[in-house]
């Protein structure tokens, strides 16, 4: 069965440090999603990607992070640096195409920040 | 502008049946999901409303009302293993809203 691949799936490390995340979709999915969940809180979409475009980041701390899908296939998050309040879980997800009324998503398992 | 509103805690029975609602306002709409996420995982699809009306699957279903922005996930029979976080999540343009979601806890 196919799934979303996330790497790493832990990752700690100190402040003022820059982290990377990466997240391969579904194969043949051309929206790809990353979400930020803090522990206990809902899903707060970062970035949106049509294909190698994005096509909403206006919830996305440009200061620190950055994001791209160079090859509209898979995805690569970096925060830099990262700080203390970035600690939460990070999810890719993807679906089959963006424009439509039906864009159910497939998560990954996600990466857990925690920032010391 | 969008606003999406949940329970943020819910505890019942096993064996028993429980209703999740989701209000929302939202500059649009094409559909709404329902997902499930255990602690720790990721969300999982559950249900997709786009008509009004209730979807049924299996122990599983949803309701939905456009005209009122209202929509409910209807729990039946309820095991331990539904003991999760519900999102509910409203779709326009290929983008997904998400809930802050509401935590069940079942019982014994």
């Known amino acids: 069965e196919a799934e979303v691949a996330q790497s790493p799936r832990y990752k700690i490390t100190e402040k003022s440090q820059a982290v990377a995340f990466w997240c391969d979709p579904i194969?043949?999915?051309?929206?790809l999603y990353w979400y930020r969940q803090i522990l206990g809180q809902g899903l707060e979409l970062l970035v949106q990607?049509?294909?190698?475009?994005?096509?909403?980041d206006s919830q996305l701390p440009k200061d620190r992070f950055s994001a791209e899908r160079l090859k509209g296939v898979d995805s690569t998050l970096k925060i830099q640096p990262a700080e203390l309040g970035d600690s939460a879980m990070y999810l890719c997800?993807?679906?089959?195409?963006?424009?439509?009324?039906?864009?159910?998503?497939?998560f990954g398992p996600g990466t857990r920040l925690t920032v010391l | 502008g969008q606003n999406i509103d949940q329970p943020t805690e819910m505890t019942a029975t096993e064996g028993a049946i429980v209703q999740i609602n989701c209000t929302y306002q939202?500059?649009?709409?094409?559909?709404l999901f329902w997902y499930q996420q255990h602690a720790g995982e990721a969300p999982t699809f559950l249900s997709y409303?786009?008509?009004?009306g209730l979807e049924e699957k299996g122990r599983f279903s949803s309701f939905l009302s456009r005209s009122k922005g209202y929509s409910y996930l209807l729990l039946k029979e309820l095991q331990m293993k539904d003991s999760a976080s519900y999102l509910c999540?409203?779709?326009?343009?290929?983008?997904?809203?998400f809930g802050d979601g509401t935590t069940l806890t079942v019982k014994p």
């Open positions: 997800a993807s679906s089959l195409s963006g424009s439509g009324t039906y864009n159910e998503q497939f």
């Open positions: 194969s043949g999915h051309a929206t």
């Open positions: 990607f049509q294909d190698e475009s994005v096509v909403d």
């Open positions: 939202t500059s649009g709409f094409n559909g």
């Open positions: 409303n786009v008509l009004d």
């Open positions: 999540a409203v779709s326009l343009a290929g983008k997904s809203t």
